[in-house]
Nanobody
Framework: QVQVVESGGGSVQPGGSLRISCVVSGFTRDSYAIGWFRQAPGKEREGISSISGDGDTTNYADSVRGRFTISRDNDANTVYLQMNSMKPEDTAVYYC?????????????????WGQGTQVTVSS
């Protein structure tokens, strides 16, 4: 059974940094893609970043490019999202999703397994 668990959310001041993590277990194959999504109150879910199974390809939404960095440690079955220069509009529940394919994509329909989400709040 595949499980996806996010952690590391919390509160941060504008301009600050936060790193959230996603641990995936239960995959029978060594390589799987990961996407990070977020949803703010009253807004649609937004794809913000993705990483390929081998970690060589990454994608970012325009809203986070240059501020957020996605990375993975396959030995630890963990994907990270380092968030810098954070803004109040980054406030949302952040979700990690895993898929049994290797390409990086921010299309939520491609992902079969989702975590429960972690709250990130940016406020002074």
């Amino acid at each position: 059974q595949v499980q996806v668990v996010e952690s590391g959310g919390g509160s941060v001041q504008p301009g600050g940094s936060l790193r959230i993590s996603c641990v995936v277990s239960g995959f029978t194959r060594d390589s799987y893609a990961i996407g990070w999504f977020r949803q703010a109150p009253g807004k649609e879910r937004e794809g913000i970043s993705s990483i390929s199974g081998d970690g060589d390809t990454t994608n970012y939404a325009d809203s986070v490019r240059g501020r957020f960095t996605i990375s993975r440690d396959n030995d630890a079955n963990t994907v990270y999202l380092q968030m810098n220069s954070m803004k109040p509009e980054d406030t949302a529940v952040y979700y990690c999703a895993a898929g049994q394919f290797t390409l990086a994509t921010m299309n939520p329909d491609m992902y079969d397994y989702w975590g429960q989400g972690t709250q990130v709040t940016v406020s002074s």
